[in-house]
């Protein structure tokens, strides 16, 4: 039996290359990574990990460290689910959200690379094995770059092989959003698929406002036009704003996901793995959104998201963030002529240089 033997966290502050920004959350000049390290009895190891945007990251180390090992060590690793419910209720009180699913999404990830190396396989073909190439688009965080910077920062990402972009709107007037949109519109040319990202800035009027204001530039999607607990206000953003909604980086729970999705307050259901409760979760529902015949696309930690959208058939975009991550990865993810493809090593195939990382231990 693959006995969990050793459970070890990890916690470091990476910082970036630039100062990010949206209309929510600040200047970000660093990240957080929490790491999760689980060895069985045949000494295999699953890695897991999770991130903030700079702040909590204590609080997931103590829980990762003080309150989920007591229930790991000496489980059978094989039994993904009955660990997840077992974990998930025994945090629930204090927890249910919050740094408390941050750091089960880090464990469940460790769970399911423990597994998908022990059997040798690639993740995404453990995990049913679609289509190892996924569409995937580069994540701008980038509200307060000049418009100049913004169109460089486009010409570098198409140098990459970026073949769909997203930026930042939320701006103090909605003007400068438009006029931004339009430009980027024009940089990109008709038809080049182009996202635009609120990060919960309005009010549901406001909303459908702006939602109507970039109509004549198409954007593929409007993400998080307001925040995640105005179900009814979102759901009229849908109806009335015309244009497709993104939305889920700030839901936390299978149970949050089905109220939005249920009610037709998204069109694209975006999970984060980091923060969703990890692996297990996250494929429901993407198997969630299959069933109401939604396209999912992701939030974040494109390096093992990759292999879940690989998995779904009714995935959309893979988002690829600029987290500053691919300096301590041995082989970060490439993207291909606007494609990302799940790797075949065994397990989701990220290698941290554990060395560099300790010299940013937080
Ligand atoms: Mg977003």
């Known amino acids: 039996m693959p006995n969990v033997v050793s459970m070890e966290a990890g916690y470091y502050r990476v910082p970036l290359e630039v100062t990010l920004s949206d209309s929510t959350h600040g200047d970000m000049l660093a990240f957080e990574l929490n790491t999760v390290r689980l060895r069985d009895a045949d000494g295999a190891e699953g890695v897991g990990y999770t991130f903030t945007v700079g702040r909590n990251g204590a609080a997931i180390d103590a829980i990762l460290t003080r309150d989920i ?94 073949r769909a972009i997203k930026m930042k709107v939320g701006r103090k007037r909605l003007a400068e959003d438009v006029e931004r949109v339009r430009a980027m519109r024009e940089h990109l040319g008709e038809g080049f698929p182009l996202m635009v990202d609120a990060n919960m800035k309005w009010s549901a009027d406001e909303a459908i406002r702006a939602a109507r204001a970039f109509q004549p530039y198409a954007p593929a999607w409007l993400e998080e036009p307001v925040i995640p607990d105005d179900v009814a206000g979102q759901v ?44 297990t979760p996250f494929m429901k529902i993407a198997h969630l959104a299959e069933a109401y015949n939604l396209p999912v696309t992701s939030h974040g930690a494109h390096d093992v998201t990759v292999h879940l959208l690989a998995a779904a058939p009714n995935r959309s975009y893979l988002e690829a963030h600029g987290f500053g991550l691919d300096r301590y990865i041995a082989e970060p993810l490439r993207i ?26 937080a």
């Open 336 to 361: 291909e002529e606007g494609f990302a493809v799940a790797p075949d090593r065994p397990g989701h195939g990220i290698e941290f240089d554990w060395k560099a990382l300790q010299a940013i231990r």
């Open 69 to 162: 090992p007591e229930q790991m060590v000496g489980q059978d690793a094989d039994r993904i689910e009955l660990l997840w419910q077992r974990v998930w209720w025994g945090q629930h009180y204090g927890g249910r959200g919050g740094p408390t699913v941050l750091a089960q999404s880090a464990l469940d990830m460790a769970l399911w690379d423990l597994k998908a190396r022990r059997l040798g396989q690639p993740l995404w073909k453990l995990l049913g094995g679609y289509d190892p190439r996924v569409p995937c688009y580069a994540g701008g965080i980038d509200l307060d770059f000049p418009l100049d910077k913004l169109l460089r920062q486009t010409d570098d990402n198409l140098r990459k092989g970026f």
């Open 236 to 279: 009229r953003v849908v109806r009335e704003g015309g244009l497709p909604i993104a939305a889920g980086e700030n839901l936390r729970t299978l149970w949050e996901f089905k109220q939005l999705i249920a009610a037709g307050g998204v069109t694209y259901p975006e999970p984060d793995v980091t923060n969703c409760g990890g692996v």
